[in-house]
């Protein structure tokens, strides 16, 4: 029986290798997602820690020439030109000098399209800098009073922040991980669909079955076969991911992504169940299609299910009951880890424990199902 259940497992991992094609296509995620990330997150750094100046029209620039010399300070410049400047206009009231002469409010009109997507990081830019000239001049309308500006201040709010540089990251964090996890789902993909819904079209799945194997070496082996395509995608993206994330400034942010020895073992465990899990559903929906791009069809729409559940941890929500749940509840681990934060081993337990139980049913359901001769013939 072992020796049948070997031959059948080398069996299908030389017929992956041969077709490189599909090798390559189930592996491309695990090695240029993570760069494209990172050059991502590059870009958006970059952008939030050294915005780009912009120019905006001001009406009646001269009758608040402080404030002109104050927003040009902060990056936000006047220019008449209409070819060079943003779609914001800023507008000095007609009474502006006599208002703030008077210590009156000064009447400022910001005039802008909030639903332009390309301009609402310069309305956002150019309204911080109005409420903060805003309030060094409420500042100093206290001081020319003999008033200490301090009054205006009635707590004294002290934050000991007791985060570390790993556990800042929140959200980007998660998504890095996420990313991570999915590669299991992503990298099998191909094969698990060649094994099962392929094989059944050129006819060689009622061939393999006409030889004195049971139902259960065969499903086994096709799903030993596509986990280990997963957990190759896995190591890849670790690898990957272990020379590109340093290259990016997390600094900039305040948190570090640390892709060490310890987190890379505990994906690579946290890991072998999920590709298990995926393994099983991959192949169980991909017997049930009659075709081979129907299966792909159905296999795209369910991996949108441990998607969402992921997306559910990655934004924090029922993050406590979703650590108990397959594949959420290893990927909130390796969150945990990430951060330096300490793992619930219970919770762990009972999710890779769950992921176990789920791949099981699905293998039997498979056994179950290679028993027809309509799945095994695509009738």
């Given at each position: 029986m072992n020796n049948r259940f070997w031959s059948l497992l080398r069996k299908e991992l030389m017929d992956a290798i041969r077709d490189k094609r599909s090798v390559i296509a189930g592996l491309y995620y695990a090695i240029f997602v993570p760069i494209l990330m990172a050059v991502m997150m590059m870009?958006?750094?970059?952008?939030?820690?050294?915005?780009?100046?912009?120019?905006?029209?001001?009406?009646?620039?001269?009758?608040?020439?402080?404030?002109?010399?104050?927003?040009?300070?902060?990056?936000?410049?006047?220019?008449?030109?209409?070819?060079?400047?943003?779609?914001?206009?800023?507008?000095?009231?007609?009474?502006?000098?006599?208002?703030?002469?008077?210590?009156?409010?000064?009447?400022?009109?910001?005039?802008?399209?909030?639903?332009?997507?390309?301009?609402?990081?310069?309305?956002r830019r150019t309204e911080r800098a109005l409420q903060r000239y805003s309030a060094e001049m409420a500042s100093l309308r206290l001081i020319a009073r003999g008033i200490n500006p301090i009054i205006m201040n009635s707590l004294n709010v002290k934050m000991q922040d007791q985060a570390t540089t790993e556990s800042k990251g929140g959200q980007l964090i998660a998504m890095i991980i996420l990313v991570i996890l999915l590669s299991v789902f992503v990298s099998g993909m191909n094969l698990a669909i060649d094994t099962s819904a392929g094989e059944r079209e050129r006819n060689s799945l009622a061939l393999l079955l006409s030889h004195p194997i049971s139902l259960r070496q065969l499903v086994v082996s096709k799903v030993c076969a596509v986990s280990v395509f997963g957990m190759l995608g896995l190591v890849l993206v670790l690898i990957v991911s272990k020379f590109v994330y340093p290259m990016v400034?997390?600094?900039?942010?305040?948190?570090?992504?640390?892709?060490?020895?310890?987190?890379?073992?505990?994906?690579?465990?946290?890991?072998?169940?999920?590709?298990?899990?995926?393994?099983?559903?991959?192949?169980?929906?991909?017997?049930?299609?009659?075709?081979?791009?129907?299966?792909?069809?159905?296999?795209?729409?369910?991996?949108?299910?441990?998607?969402?559940?992921?997306?559910?941890?990655?934004?924090?929500?029922?993050?406590?009951?979703?650590?108990?749940?397959?594949?959420?509840?290893?990927?909130?681990?390796?969150?945990?880890?990430?951060?330096?934060?300490?793992?619930?081993?219970?919770?762990?337990?009972?999710?890779?424990?769950?992921?176990?139980?789920?791949?099981?049913?699905?293998?039997?359901?498979?056994?179950?199902?290679?028993?027809?001769?309509?799945?095994?013939?695509?009738?």
């Open positions: 870009v958006i750094i970059d952008k939030l820690t050294s915005p780009e100046d912009f120019k905006i029209t001001i009406n009646n620039s001269s009758a608040a020439a402080d404030l002109v010399v104050y927003l040009d300070n902060q990056g936000i410049r006047h220019s008449s030109d209409k070819t060079e400047t943003k779609a914001i206009e800023l507008t000095i009231g007609a009474s502006y000098a006599e208002q703030m002469r008077l210590a009156e409010p000064a009447e400022v009109i910001l005039i802008a399209d909030g639903s332009e997507e390309n301009l609402q990081s310069a309305i400034p997390w600094q900039e942010l305040g948190f570090n992504v640390d892709i060490n020895i310890n987190f890379m073992m505990a994906a690579l465990i946290a890991g072998a169940f999920v590709a298990v899990l995926a393994a099983s559903m991959q192949l169980f929906v991909s017997f049930m299609a009659k075709s081979f791009k129907e299966a792909q069809t159905y296999i795209t729409f369910v991996m949108f299910v441990p998607m969402i559940l992921s997306y559910a941890v990655t934004f924090d929500f029922a993050t406590d009951e979703l650590r108990w749940a397959p594949v959420t509840g290893q990927l909130q681990a390796l969150i945990d880890v990430m951060k330096g934060k300490e793992i619930p081993l219970l919770q762990l337990a009972v999710s890779c424990l769950s992921t176990l139980l789920i791949s099981i049913a699905l293998m039997l359901g498979m056994e179950r199902l290679l028993k027809s001769e309509k799945i095994v013939f695509g009738l």
